[in-house]
């Protein structure tokens, strides 16, 4: 018994069997990777799904939404705080410099001082203090945008110098 369309076929009826056999194992190898896939999807899911029902998980997506807005809110609070901390601090003194000296030779030690406390805009005052053998003398001498309008002694003006030119930008 001769099958009549496999004798009329121009190509050979094993070549296209081993086609049809290399097209199962493509299939087959597809279908291995997708159930591959599909497993890994499912463990997420279930992960995500994990004792929640439709309506706890939407509970939990709007609170979710509610602590973001929470901290949004927030966030906006604290640009506004460091805004006013920065307008703050261009008026506190934060420029410093301080310079030792002996201001009597008979005197040893380096005693006395000259600091200088600025802000931002260069204004502050120097502080001058005198050490001798009968005491101690405190000189204050105000500072507007660098200068001053008294003479300074020159430790004053070298503390006046070393402060102007902390954090200069």
């Given amino acids: 018994m001769e099958n009549s369309i496999l004798n009329n076929l121009i190509i050979d009826p094993g ?3 081993i086609l049809m056999m ?3 194992i ?4 597809l279908q291995i990777k997708n159930s591959f896939k599909l497993n890994r999807f499912m463990k997420k899911y279930k992960s995500f799904m994990k004792g ?3 309506i706890s998980l939407e ?3 709007l609170r979710n939404i509610n602590d973001i807005d ?4 927030s966030s906006k609070n604290h640009m506004e705080e460091i805004r006013q901390l920065k307008e703050i601090q261009l008026h506190t003194l934060n420029k410093t410099a301080i310079v ?3 201001a009597f030779k008979e005197m040893g030690g380096k005693l006395s001082f000259a600091l200088a406390m600025l802000d931002q805009e260069n204004s502050g005052f120097v502080l001058n203090a005198i050490h001798s053998r009968e005491g101690c003398y405190t000189y204050i001498k105000e500072i507007v945008k660098g200068e001053s ?3 300074l002694g020159e430790e004053e003006k070298e503390a006046l110098r070393q402060a102007v030119n902390q954090y200069v930008d």
């Fill in 100 to 102: 030792k000296y002996d």
């Fill in 70 to 73: 929470m901290l949004l809110e």
């Fill in 22 to 24: 290399i097209m199962i």
């Fill in 15 to 17: 070549i296209i069997i």
């Fill in 59 to 61: 509970k939990t997506i």
């Fill in 149 to 151: 309008y008294i003479v």
């Fill in 26 to 29: 493509i299939l087959l190898v």
């Fill in 52 to 54: 929640k029902d439709g």
